[in-house]
């Protein structure tokens, strides 16, 4: 899939490189704009003929390459290709230059500026001068983006344009200092910035469009939001594919837990400090959540029981597994396949399957997701609101930045589209496995609800219930986990 986002990254930058192009069509239409003298953004002034074709042209371009950015998988940060974990900046001011090229096309000129003599013998609009300062800070933003990339990339070609670009922006101001000559410097300008956009995306196809490596586990020991003993994570679990978190601790009866819909490890920390006294517990994070790195397929029930038998204890030695949320349904289904695996249950606000069909563009769209999770699109995105969410939603700060990371809400989103997939399969195993003879305690707070009533009944379990609210319950009351984990 990451192939696959180079090439639609690509497309768009050379998208946006025709669009912004479409100038050269404006010499012919709109003959009143001084071909010498004049801004090629005077082709868009509200006066003009033809303006809301190029106007039109201008947003859209910008908003291509913005796009095309957003879908620019992220370098692998590995010792092999120190040079490129850096481009960031680059493409970050590459995508402002996308977005005050849109805005510029947004807010066009009242008239042609340099064109017509009578242009602002009066007042002008607000408009008009926002569409000069994105001007100004557009061509700011992508020579920065030249520059810093050419830097990372250490390539004497977009070097020759960077410098050719920047001696055209040279000329254009000489041009309006003197007051004539503007209008070819700004065409060469803008053919050079076309060009590179052009580069830019042969590059990724050429360049960058190799497979990322995978990441190795790396054993640490210390807290790092955990409760001590070994935590082991990769070098940047923002950056390819890998084994999953895992931290554990204290000696004793194995306990496995597995967090709820978006949950980290942290989440669990007063639990498994209580835990720990008497336990040998582990806490993950799965893929694409907390510190784990992203997995190349979509969350599927079977591959979830997989990873919980993977960590769970050798035969004979048996487990006590705790889930929350959805992750419920891994667990119900870890024991239906894995009996013999199981010593407790214990089901925290568990998650109802019921019986929606599976949503074939849900399923498209999530084979899409793991890769979209490494792309400045969603890094961006997680930066701007994923800290803000996560403290609105459980009020605890995010020790690790871990809702800082483009693969969260990635991740998020694919284990929401992958319910109905989820339902389906445990369905189909409740009707053709029984449930084994071992102790279980759902912990629930809910208003009434069948669906949610029936299952203590259907799994022979102990119910405890508590009052509603907002927050969920490994943060408010951990106490009832640990003392569910400990009945006997």
């Not at 992220?74 to 090229?101: D, H, K, N, S």
């Not at 609009?125 to 050419?150: D, E, I, N, P």
């Not at 102790?439 to 669906?451: L, N, S």
Request: hydrophobic share 50%.
């Amino acid at each position: 899939m990451e192939r696959r986002l180079y090439v639609f990254a690509a497309c768009a930058f050379i998208v946006a490189a025709v669009l912004g192009s479409a100038w050269v069509t404006g010499q012919f239409t709109t003959p009143l704009v001084d071909r010498t003298n004049g801004y090629v953004s005077e082709l868009g002034a509200r006066d003009q003929p033809w303006t809301r074709l190029f106007r039109v042209c201008e947003a859209l371009s910008g908003l291509a390459c913005a796009f095309g950015v957003a879908l620019v998988p992220r370098a692998p940060m590995v010792p092999a290709v120190p040079r490129m974990a850096r481009e960031w900046p680059g493409w970050l001011a590459l995508a402002a230059f996308g977005l005050l090229t849109f805005a510029g096309g947004l807010f066009p000129l009242d008239c042609a500026a340099l064109s017509d003599t009578l242009c602002g013998r009066t007042a002008t609009s607000l408009a008009h001068r926002a569409h000069l300062l994105a001007g100004v800070l557009s061509t700011g933003a992508v020579l920065a983006a030249m520059a810093v990339l050419s830097a990372r990339w250490r390539s004497w070609a977009s070097w020759l344009f960077t410098l050719l670009t920047l001696a055209a922006t040279a000329l254009t101001g000489a041009g309006l200092a003197a007051g004539h000559g503007v209008g070819l410097a700004h065409r060469a300008q803008l053919t050079l910035i076309a060009v590179w956009l052009v580069y830019v995306a042969m590059r990724l196809l050429v360049v960058d469009g190799d497979e990322e490596e995978q990441v190795p586990l790396r054993v640490a020991p210390g807290r790092a939001g955990g409760v001590g003993g070994a935590r082991g994570q990769a070098p940047d679990p923002t950056i390819g594919y890998g084994r999953p978190h895992v931290v554990e601790e204290g000696t004793g009866p194995t306990v496995l837990i597995t967090t709820g819909p978006g949950a980290a490890w942290f989440h669990w920390d007063a639990v498994a400090v209580a835990l720990a006294a008497g336990h040998r517990v582990i806490r993950f994070d799965r893929p694409g959540l907390g510190l784990s790195p992203r997995s190349p397929a979509p969350p599927s029930l079977y591959a979830e029981v997989a990873r919980l038998a993977a960590l769970s204890p050798d035969h004979p030695e048996q487990v006590i597994v705790v889930a929350h949320g959805v992750a419920c349904w891994h667990a119900e289904a870890f024991a239906r396949l894995h009996p013999l695996c199981l010593a407790k249950l214990v089901l925290v606000e568990p998650a109802c399957p019921g019986g929606r069909r599976p949503l074939p563009a849900a399923r498209s769209a999530g084979r899409w997701l793991p890769a979209l999770g490494g792309t400045w699109g969603a890094a961006a995105l997680a930066r701007l609101t994923g800290p803000a969410a996560h403290r609105l939603l459980t009020g605890l700060p995010d020790p690790s930045g871990v809702y800082r990371m483009g693969k969260v809400p990635a991740a998020v989103a694919g284990e929401w589209l992958a319910r109905r997939d989820m339902a389906a399969d445990l369905l189909r195993l409740r009707a053709d496995k029984p449930f084994p003879p071992v102790p279980v305690t759902v912990i629930d707070a809910y208003e009434r609800d069948g669906c949610r009533e029936r299952l203590p009944g259907d799994l022979g379990a102990a119910l405890v219930r508590l009052p509603a609210a907002g927050r969920p319950v490994p943060l408010r009351d951990p106490d009832v986990i640990v003392e569910a984990v400990a009945a006997r």
